[in-house]
């Protein structure tokens, strides 16, 4: 679980990077690591109105989210053996939740005229983070009266919190005119 999620903040932070790239000008469309035809090019997908979702690149969704993810885990189940069972509950909800948003991506995706072989394994690895995360719960004992719920709120707040910053921080920096190439006005020429 822990591998499909690293993966899919990976493969997400690069296509969040590679967005940002375009759209600053400091890559060449085309020269991806998945720019491989015509049809098959990273770059033209991440320039379509599509590659966008609430304001913000699809990536930079994918990428806080799996973060969270991994940080609910992976301060979730250093808490002890009483809060694993909602850790592992809570995880599989929010893992279902994203494998039906991945269902539009998807569609988005199917409905373009070319196609980005990295996009599709982020879709796929919250497939088997769910899988993986529904084993972990039927194995995972339902230990009552050893849990704090403020503890999980905390955790939950923070993670959220993590989520929502990513996001209003490229907001803030899109509409402070950060996430765009500046515009070169020409000077007069003097007599």
């Known amino acids: 679980m822990i591998g499909a999620l690293g993966f899919a903040a990976a493969d997400s932070g ?51 989210f799996y973060v969270g993810c991994i940080v609910w885990w992976g301060v979730g189940h250093r808490l002890g053996p009483g809060y694993r069972y909602h850790i592992a509950r809570t995880l599989a909800f929010w893992l279902a939740v994203a494998s039906v948003v991945t269902l539009r991506f998807f569609w988005l995706l199917a409905h373009l005229s070319v196609f980005c072989p990295l996009c599709p394994l982020n879709h796929v690895s919250t497939y088997i983070a769910l899988a993986a995360s ?54 007069a020429k003097s007599l």
């Open 14 to 64: 690069y296509l969040t990077w590679r967005y940002l790239a375009l759209r600053l000008a400091l890559v060449t469309p085309g020269s991806s690591i998945c720019s491989w035809s015509r049809y098959v090019d990273c770059d033209l997908v991440l320039l379509t109105p599509q590659a966008n979702a609430f304001y913000v690149p699809n990536g930079l969704l994918g990428f806080a």
């Open 134 to 187: 529904l084993f972990i719960l039927g194995k995972t004992p339902h230990l009552e009266g050893q849990i704090k719920p403020q503890v999980l709120f905390a955790l939950a707040l923070f993670c959220v919190a993590l989520f929502i910053a990513v996001q209003a921080i490229w907001l803030g920096a899109d509409v402070h005119g950060l996430l765009r190439v500046p515009r070169v006005i020409p000077r």
